[in-house]
């Protein structure tokens, strides 16, 4: 299945992995069939990189809405690789750095991945690469430009390079023509009604006799907030129920709707 | 009850809580059973930051209209963690600073929050620090992108994190997408005429008889305009008569509907 | 009555006067009600940060039409509040300095009253300070936000600081979020026919006959523009009449009447 | 009448007029009522301030069409005006100049009007000293901000200053509430039919029997248009005509039709 | 004739032609009656620069379609003019520069004008000179002013100024003002039929018999594109032709047409 | 035909070719009429260049969609041009340059091209090189200055210069006044159903059977797209069928129109 199939490849001769397993620290857990159809179409592109003669460059988008697991399958796709060179580049490690620094440390790792023979790049939440904000809207052209050319740029004679970038502002990278430079484009749903059974059926933290209703209430949810609620449900309504609930005990459904509603006022 | 709760938990091992107690300088009066809720749950995430293992990072803001209580609420949170860091960012010690500065001022506050265990960092009046004004509408990017991504960022192994923001702009923070990496959040509302009749019982300024009128007139006002209105009014309409009142005589509820209708024809 | 009033007060242990003189070059004369009730509630103001345990900082905007008589008024309570620091800080002495050196500057102030017990500042044409201009609207975010920060900042505990700006464009500052920074606001009216007949009245220049048209045509313009239009209608029709009327001879009321028409043309 | 009225007053200790007299290049002509009255009451403002006591600064502005004479005009006031100190700023001794340079510039002048006891300023062409463009629009903010404050600036003690300005564009600076600031508006308009025929009858260039068809087709253009007309038309059709017609010859008036028509196309 | 006529007068005392002559590499055809009457009244200027008293500086403005021939008329009235100081001032030779540079070199060519008895300056393509762009629209508002304000500024005593300017983007000159600083303005238009039959008789490419058609389908043609889809098609079908050609064989018709409907397809 | 075409006419005395090649790295494929044609035709350019006296400077657009095959085009121009002096100039190579200095590096390949007799100038993706994005919309006023005074700057002396342009963008470039400045332009349109199978047939991947629905499905796509699904296709539904498809198998249709689907989705 989905989650096999994850950790069926391991890295030959193995790229640092810390970065990308800090992106899915909660583990891989099967999330339902379209996370798997679009993790096997992706590890398709890797081994087309591999065989790839005419198109040593092959891109590919994952966009969804927030916290629907976008960075998570693209950190696994790239510890599944088997490529010696993958990298994230993320806003997280440029913080307060101005717009042409970003832009030279983002070169510098297509220049890096440029000297393996087989090399991936995750642009991890490129809304976030670009400082775009909704208003006005606003975001760096400059790095936009650089993304935009990079995207296009062929490798040198005998080097292939796969980037994986990640979005939850589609509609914003389809104004600026950043979806028109990747060579296909993947969305990652948030979970339906039975995707959301899946996970929670994994977490065991519901009595079975709660766990229909408890998905029911889950559906069309992001897998980052259905985490999210179960963890503040398992508080309890006074407090302190959080150890008995991890070592074994149940949520109690009623608190659980409680906290639900807190959320989705919103 | 409330005030009560308050005061039951007190630091352990104490963080500096000078500057949170500035947050509240007329004390915690219950105000009504929607501040004491809001002050129930954000505790619950005190513990769930204490006893979490999947989520080192927990987000909470709490918005509502102007001087509804939302800072003192949160320094109370604060000065009740019993966390080894707790830490106020407030736009009144940055004055001044240009936006890069201010940026890697906020970053420095969460790099050091990171060195111990629990730590909980107030943003206070998050508009203030990005430096929001309604016309344009500006802001600084740069502010936003920062808080954008530490919002987002995991804390090293084994350190966590609360993060309570404040404001009473939710709509722009809505629109600049700062809202949506918040967990939860929370709205902490004007006072009801039950709760205005609470705080101003409390504060025993008005003879018995004047209580429902005046708490009738005060419904649906932030508790700072309530506590401005009755010190105005402590005056009296031609001066000199506060220490007399604060020393136990009573409004004249007459003078208090002028001063009233002062406050309110803007 | 109003002047009296202004006057009863003088300054115990008096701040530096010179600069607020300049502000009410012709002197304060009674010109009606609204004012004197305006004056008689700063004043009230004034007592209350002198009392006041709860709120060491009390803020009032004075808004209204060009030339109304804001800063006349601010400067008068500055005069009779008989506090150890008064100061104004107006545009004029800041001319061709830079946004950030302005903020330093006002900066400066609010931390010099910090250091009096009981301190006054007047921030005097605050769409001036802030640079405002209705193309656009342009204005300096910059100070704007340092404003917006320092009319909530707390002063030190035991010091006390009012706050009284002045402006006419209201809405400017509704719209930057100025206004909801100021516990009170009053608006400072253009005379009415009774309010400039008495103006005109302690002038003295005109006959007794010619007082009612006088007045009449002088309805609903601010006491600035009626100074203006008694001291061009003295010069005479051909010039040279200016020293006489000044001596105790009267305005040709018909001379009167082209002079005002050249004014209100525009 | 009017020209005379302009030559009877001379300096007395006389201001550098060369600058002035560069403004009035073709002397002054008489050209109608409404131009001798603006220059009339402009001279009661001379002396206005000379024997003020309450206003020691007195504003003007003076607007109309482009060409209406304006500058002219403000020069002669400035000549006639008798002031040890009469200044005019204007944009062309300021090209190249950046905004900051330009408001020192301005604002020494004013200081060194501050020295005389009579002094008089001259704003000429204040959107072009603004830097104001109609698309956008754009302008300086800085300089605007400058003259809004220098305008309302009460000269030291004893100093008495008159400020005349000009504009073309009274729309914009009644936008950006450069109007509101000066005392006094007029409006130097352009030339009607029997203005014209003043100022031709002046010039002598054509038949008596071709003046009043010239003059009427020259109704309602502003008096530098009529120069520059009068100066083609001579050339004749042919070219060479010039000499003999300034010698006493006259225009052909189907020449001066022709060239008319090349000019109003537009 | 109209090439006649701009050969007949040849510089006295010789300014540097160079310049001039490269704006007219084809040499001056008599392309009809509008571009004569124009080079006509444009030499007439000449004349009145040389004879006025009144106005040192007589200002100018052509505009067109682009490839009208206005640069190429500008430069021959400047070539024509016999004047000792006659200089282009155009984009070619400021790329790169910054505005400020640019308006220093504008500025230089006045000041070096303002030094002969009669000088002649064009301002070739002024829309280029200000960085104009439709979108937006953006412009250099430096320069911009830079203009606005030596087309205004009186030459020193005894010095005499032509300016001519060239424009194609006649609205946007009107929306920043430009045009009203012109003293007259004339319309550079495309060639008619008629003119275009001139053209292309003078350049005899076409059997007398397809001459018609060929003129006929150039109705309403800019010179320059005539001369560009001349060339295009001289090189035949099949390539080669060019130089058969213009050693007296004639154009294919049908490949003059389908290269005509490659041009005007868009 | 048009692949032989392209092959006949080979460098004689041999511009750098390799930047070139790179742009076209999957050969040349005949890929139908219209294609050809514009081929043809840019080599009539060619030999303009060569010919010409009175037009030193030819200038011609390559515009279409995405992929459509614009820059593989005008390499093909460059390489079989004959031309001593052929340059690509790309935005890839100016990555995170300065406006200012691509500007300079962009007038040195023209000056470098005025160097050789003939020359020729690609210059491709001009949208990129101007820094282009549709929001705002956002792009380099200094570039496209720079680039609408050199399309139109004429060549010294004995210099000619063949400049080819490609764009996705037309109608921006349009916007910007810069279709305007070609002599000449373009359109490159995407494959029509014929014209796919032509270069299916030429890539042989599909059962003859299967070509036509194949073919069918790629109606109105850009060939750049083409190449991407069949690369994607090849790798078939569970991967590692790449190898035997370069070797003379062929790709499952179903496959096929799933990775379509997946493609188009967007
Ligand atoms: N298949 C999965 N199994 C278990 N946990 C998962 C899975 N996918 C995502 N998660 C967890 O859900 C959370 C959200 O996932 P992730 O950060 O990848 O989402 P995202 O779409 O990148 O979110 P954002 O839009 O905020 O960038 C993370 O904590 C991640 O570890
Ligand atoms: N529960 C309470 N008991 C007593 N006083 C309170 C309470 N809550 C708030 N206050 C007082 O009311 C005033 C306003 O509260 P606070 O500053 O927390 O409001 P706020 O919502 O943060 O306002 P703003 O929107 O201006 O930031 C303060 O003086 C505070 O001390
Ligand atoms: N009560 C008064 N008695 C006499 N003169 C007064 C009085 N009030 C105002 N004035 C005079 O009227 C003029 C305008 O007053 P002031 O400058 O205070 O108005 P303002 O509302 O601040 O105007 P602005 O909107 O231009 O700032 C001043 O010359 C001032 O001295
Ligand atoms: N009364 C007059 N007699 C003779 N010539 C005059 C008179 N008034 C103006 N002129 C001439 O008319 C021309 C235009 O006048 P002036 O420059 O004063 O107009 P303006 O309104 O300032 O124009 P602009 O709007 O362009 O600044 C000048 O050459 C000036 O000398
Ligand atoms: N009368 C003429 N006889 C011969 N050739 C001419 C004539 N007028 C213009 N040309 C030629 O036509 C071409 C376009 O002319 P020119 O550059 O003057 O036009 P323009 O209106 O300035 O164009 P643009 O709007 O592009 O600046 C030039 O090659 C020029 O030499
Ligand atoms: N005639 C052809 N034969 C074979 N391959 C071609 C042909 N034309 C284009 N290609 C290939 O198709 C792909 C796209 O072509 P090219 O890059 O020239 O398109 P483009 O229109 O410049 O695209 P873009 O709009 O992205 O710049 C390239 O890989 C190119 O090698
Ligand atoms: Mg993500
Ligand atoms: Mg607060
Ligand atoms: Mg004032
Ligand atoms: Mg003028
Ligand atoms: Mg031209
Ligand atoms: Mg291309």
Do not use: W
């Not at 023509?177 to 339906?192: A, E, I, Q, R």
């Not at 949810?221 to 149940?250: F, H, R």
Request: glycine residues 8%.
């Amino acid at each position: 299945d989905f989650v096999n199939a994850l950790h069926e490849i391991t890295p030959a001769f193995g790229a640092s992995t810390d970065d990308l397993e800090r992106c899915r620290l909660r583990g891989i857990v099967d999330c339902g069939k379209a996370h798997k159809h679009i993790y096997q179409r992706a590890m398709l592109l890797v081994e087309q990189v591999k065989v790839s003669k005419g198109s040593p460059l092959v891109t590919c988008l994952l966009e969804g809405p927030a916290g629907s697991g976008k960075t998570a399958m693209a950190a696994s796709v790239g510890i599944d690789s088997d490529f010696a060179y993958v990298k994230i580049i993320s806003a997280e490690t440029m913080i307060g750095f101005s717009e042409s620094s970003k832009c030279a440390q983002i070169c510098k790792v297509f220049e890096d991945a440029y000297k393996s023979q087989f090399s991936m790049i995750i642009l991890d939440d490129i809304e976030r690469l670009l400082e775009y904000v909704a208003i006005g809207p606003r975001f760096s052209n400059l790095i936009s430009q650089t993304l935009l050319v990079l995207l296009k740029r062929v490798p040198p004679k005998g080097k292939n390079l796969l980037v994986v970038g990640t979005t939850s502002e589609v509609g914003f990278l389809e104004s600026v023509g950043m979806c028109d430079v990747f060579s296909v484009t993947y969305h990652v749903p948030k979970l339906k009604k039975e995707d959301a059974k899946k996970v929670l059926h994994h977490l065991d933290v519901f009595d079975d006799g709660d766990l229909d209703a408890a998905a029911e209430a889950l559906d069309d949810m992001p897998i980052k907030k259905l985490y999210t609620l179960v963890e503040m449900a398992a508080q309890g309504p006074t407090g302190g129920s959080a150890e008995a609930i991890y070592a074994g005990e149940k949520i109690d459904i009623n608190h659980f709707f409680s906290i639900l509603s807190d959320i989705i006022r919103y």
